[in-house]
Structures are given as C-alpha cells and as structure tokens.
C-alpha cells in the first residue's frame, strides 16, 4: 500500500481543493481503493491519469504550439505543475538518476523500471523545470523514425 497516496496529498499533487478531490471521487470519476477503515487512498497512476486528462488543476490560461503540431496547455507561469496536458502519447515516467554538464547543454539521465534514458536538454531548461537527483520527470518523446531491434 506504500504507492498509495491519501486524498489530501493526491489533492496536493493534482492542484485542486481536498473536497473538489472527495466530490470527484463520490461522482465515481476518480478511482480509489478503500482501506479497512474505509478511508479512500489513490493510486499513483490514477493520479497521473488525472494529471493527463487535464481534468486536474485550473484551466489553463495559455496554449502554446509546438513545432510539428503537438500542441501543450500550458498554466500561467508560477502555478505549481504548469504543464497540464500534451498530446504526444510516448511518455515515459521516471526517476531523474542524473544531472551532469556544463556549458550550454546538459545530460539528465532517467530511470524507467530497470532501464535508463539518457536525454541531452539546455542548461536554461533544467534550471526552469528545477531537474535534480531523486525528482520524479517524464520523458516525452516525439521522433519520425522510431526502430525496434530484438536480442538473439
């Protein structure tokens, strides 16, 4: 039950008020489990389901395009969790396992399960997302040409 998150901390999490949260969850629209007390507890991927749906949080206030025509809600910038939803499907949670570089670009290397990610971003970006050792990230990818090999 470690992976479980309380309705108070899952409210936290995805930016809205604690009884937004139980309402959601009475309206049969969140999943929970309920302890033998009967209290109810979040998975961590239902919360991440929430946080992608975009159901989470305020509106958002902006949209950006990106190259390509992915397009990202963006909130205001300030508000805690500013990226609300993204329409690229390949995403990959992780764990940031490294941060090293100097200069302009620098190397965060993601744990996904017990594989490793290596991305190359731009100082300027670790400093606005805040990456250090420990925090959870999410890769995103988007590419034209994905190939898949296979060990013989």
Aim: no cysteine; charged share 30%; net charge positive.
């Amino acid at each position: 039950m470690s992976d479980l998150l309380t309705v108070r901390a899952a409210a936290e999490r995805l930016g809205v008020a604690y009884s937004t949260l139980k309402q959601w969850i009475y309206d049969g629209t969140v999943r929970t489990v309920r302890t033998r007390g009967g209290h109810h507890r979040l998975s961590e991927l239902e919360v991440q389901r929430l946080l992608l749906s975009g159901d989470a949080g305020p509106a958002p206030r902006a949209t950006r395009t990106k190259a390509g025509g992915a397009k990202a809600r963006v909130v205001a910038a300030g508000t805690k969790g500013s990226l609300v939803v993204i329409s690229a499907r390949n995403q990959l949670r992780g764990v940031v396992e490294e941060v090293r570089g100097d200069g302009l670009l620098v190397q965060v290397r993601l744990r996904i399960g017990d594989q490793r990610l290596t991305a190359v971003i731009t100082r300027d970006a670790v400093a606005e997302l805040k990456l250090k050792r420990g925090d959870e990230a999410v890769a995103v990818i988007k590419s034209t040409e994905v190939m898949v090999g296979r060990s013989r």
